[in-house]
């Protein structure tokens, strides 16, 4: 049984940091491309950041240079540094694995993320 338990979300002023995990169990990790999405109310679910399994990544313009994204294949884990957070940034942020040859993929169940003062 696949599982992505995403963990670390909470409230957060403007200009703070969190760290999401998401720990990834059920499946081969170094087969899969991770990534973290989110969705807004009222909005569509949109990429944030990928990283494959080389660890080759890619980011949504929106946190260039304020997120990183990190995987630990060891600990089967994902994680999103998000620093100098904004309001704009409240969503809850869902963890996704995409098998890098088959189409196949996996959700995790979501951890919200509110940046407000």
């Known amino acids: 049984q696949v599982q992505l338990v995403e963990s670390g979300g909470g409230l957060v002023q403007p200009g703070g940091s969190l760290r999401l995990s998401c720990a990834a169990s059920g499946i081969t990790f170094s087969d899969y491309t991770m990534g973290w999405y989110r969705q807004a109310p009222g909005k569509q679910r949109e990429l944030v950041a990928r990283?494959?399994?080389?660890?080759?990544?890619n980011y949504a313009d929106f946190v260039k240079g304020r997120f990183t994204i990190s995987s630990d294949n060891a600990k089967n884990t994902a994680y999103l540094q998000m620093n100098s957070l904004k309001p704009e940034d409240t969503a809850v942020y869902y963890c996704?694995?995409?098998?890098?040859?088959?189409?196949?993929?996996?959700w995790g169940q979501g951890t919200q993320v509110t940046v407000s003062s």
């Open positions: 996704r694995a995409d098998h890098i040859f088959e189409i196949r993929n996996y």
């Open positions: 990283i494959r399994s080389g660890g080759r990544t």
